[in-house]
């Protein structure tokens, strides 16, 4: 029930209710006053039109304009639609008081104190004041609900961007991956000089894109895309080919200069080498495919490993703590504009990530 509340913002209703109500009590007199307007008088169709209309024009406000225009950066537009809708629903209100008047068997004098000419007064005095009022505070609590939760958004994110520099300085620069890579390297020169000097020359732009050129909280798409090929093709190196069926493409048909968070993809990469089968006597095998254009990047995974029990289980345990981590990541900087799905079968381990611009 509570949830269901929450869900559709039910809680709105008694927040409405009781702010005109406030503004009834603190114009007319007493609660028995304004239960008898309200039920009793035929002056009250107006009140009504200002709860309905103010309230209509409020949601417009919060839930069109403000994502539509203001977050967007079209604050002129958002502007003026916002003093436009302003004005439309304080013609709808003022029409309340000569709609009231029409079903009533009492002047528009007798009703409201004026003359049925007074359209002026009505509109400029009362009505569009209140509108105003009440289109204000709208637009505070929205935009004050919004700041904070940016701000808490931002010190998780500070928080937790500081937790995965650290991470991944120490997992990706340490001396075990600097070790196997160069050792790698070293064991190539004799066999195939030019790979060698490639692969040393991926393993140096590696290095100065960790070091040097990932500090922003998102980086271009295209460099982090030739940061996996590097990393990619240094993994290779110490793959057994004639035992490992390795296939990796990228698909990139962006027309617009994207942004990445960086390091976001290498945790799923760096899974599938780390613990891709490589027994003699079954299939084993890495595929992974990267697709992206203007709407979104979508990573899809898949890896052999061994089937035992033991090893089956530290697999799925270890690959669902980085994925646990990785999430979380995730979570904070994309929201939901990401889907991540993975499943652990019998002999294969599969990813799927798909994040929207």
Same mark, same amino acid.
């Given at each position: 029930?509570?949830?269901?509340?929450?869900?559709y913002?039910? *809680?709105?209703? &008694?927040?409405?209710?009781a702010y005109?109500?406030?503004? @009834?009590?603190l114009?007319i007199?007493?609660f028995?006053?304004?239960?008898? *307007?309200?039920?009793?008088s035929? $002056?009250?169709?107006?009140?009504?039109? *200002?709860?309905v209309? /103010?309230?209509?024009?409020?949601?417009f406000? @919060?839930? *069109?304009?403000? &994502?539509?225009?203001?977050?967007?950066?079209?604050?002129i537009?958002?502007i003026?639609?916002? =003093?436009?809708?302003?004005?439309?629903?304080?013609?709808?209100i003022?029409c309340?008081?000569?709609?009231? $008047?029409? %079903?009533?068997?009492?002047?528009?004098?007798?009703?409201?104190g004026?003359?049925?000419?007074e359209? &002026?007064?009505?509109?400029?005095?009362?009505?569009? &004041?209140?509108?105003?009022?009440?289109?204000?505070?709208?637009m505070?609590?929205k935009?004050? #609900?919004?700041?904070?939760?940016?701000?808490?958004?931002?010190?998780?994110?500070?928080?937790?961007?500081?937790?995965?520099?650290?991470?991944?300085?120490?997992? /990706?620069?340490?001396?075990?991956?600097?070790?196997?890579?160069?050792?790698?390297?070293?064991?190539?020169?004799?066999?195939?000089?030019d790979l060698?000097?490639?692969?040393?020359a991926? %393993?140096?732009?590696?290095?100065?894109?960790?070091?040097?050129?990932?500090?922003?909280?998102?980086?271009?798409l295209?460099?982090e895309? /030739?940061?996996?090929e590097?990393?990619?093709?240094?993994?290779?190196?110490?793959l057994?080919h004639?035992?490992t069926?390795?296939?990796?493409?990228i698909?990139?048909?962006?027309?617009?200069?994207?942004?990445?968070?960086p390091?976001?993809? =290498?945790?799923?990469?760096?899974?599938?080498?780390?613990?891709?089968? #490589?027994?003699k006597?079954q299939?084993?095998?890495?595929?992974?495919?990267?697709?992206?254009?203007?709407?979104? @990047?979508?990573?899809?995974i898949?890896?052999s490993?061994?089937?035992?029990?033991?090893?089956?289980?530290?697999?799925?345990?270890?690959?669902?703590?980085g994925?646990?981590?990785?999430?979380r990541?995730?979570?904070?900087?994309?929201?939901?504009?990401?889907?991540?799905?993975?499943r652990?079968?019998k002999?294969?381990?599969?990813? =799927?990530?798909?994040?929207?611009?």
């Amino acid at each position: 029930m509570k949830n269901f509340f929450l869900r559709y913002k039910l *809680y709105h209703i &008694p927040f409405w209710l009781a702010y005109h109500l406030v503004w @009834l009590i603190l114009n007319i007199g007493s609660f028995k006053e304004v239960y008898t *307007y309200l039920f009793y008088s035929d $002056a009250s169709v107006k009140f009504y039109f *200002y709860v309905v209309f /103010q309230t209509l024009g409020v949601y417009f406000n @919060l839930y *069109y304009l403000i &994502p539509k225009l203001l977050y967007v950066g079209r604050n002129i537009a958002f502007i003026f639609s916002v =003093i436009a809708t302003t004005l439309l629903c304080t013609v709808c209100i003022t029409c309340g008081y000569y709609l009231a $008047a029409y %079903f009533s068997d009492q002047t528009f004098m007798e009703l409201f104190g004026v003359g049925v000419g007074e359209y &002026p007064k009505i509109f400029f005095t009362w009505a569009l &004041p209140s509108s105003a009022a009440v289109m204000t505070l709208g637009m505070s609590v929205k935009l004050a #609900k919004n700041w904070l939760n940016a701000e808490q958004k931002r010190k998780m994110l500070e928080k937790e961007n500081l937790e995965t520099e650290l991470k991944y300085l120490k997992s /990706q620069i340490n001396p075990h991956f600097l070790f196997n890579t160069i050792n790698s390297i070293f064991a190539l020169i004799p066999k195939n000089p030019d790979l060698a000097s490639e692969s040393l020359a991926n %393993f140096s732009n590696m290095l100065r894109y960790q070091l040097y050129e990932c500090n922003d909280e998102k980086i271009e798409l295209a460099k982090e895309l /030739q940061f996996i090929e590097n990393f990619i093709d240094l993994e290779k190196l110490r793959l057994d080919h004639g035992h490992t069926e390795m296939h990796f493409s990228i698909e990139n048909s962006t027309t617009k200069k994207q942004t990445l968070a960086p390091f976001i993809l =290498i945790p799923f990469i760096e899974n599938a080498f780390k613990h891709v089968s #490589k027994g003699k006597g079954q299939k084993n095998f890495i595929r992974m495919n990267l697709k992206a254009n203007d709407k979104a @990047l979508e990573l899809k995974i898949e890896n052999s490993y061994t089937a035992s029990a033991q090893q089956s289980q530290d697999v799925s345990q270890s690959s669902g703590i980085g994925l646990k981590n990785v999430n979380r990541r995730l979570n904070l900087i994309y929201g939901p504009k990401h889907l991540l799905t993975h499943r652990s079968l019998k002999n294969k381990f599969s990813v =799927i990530l798909k994040i929207e611009w």
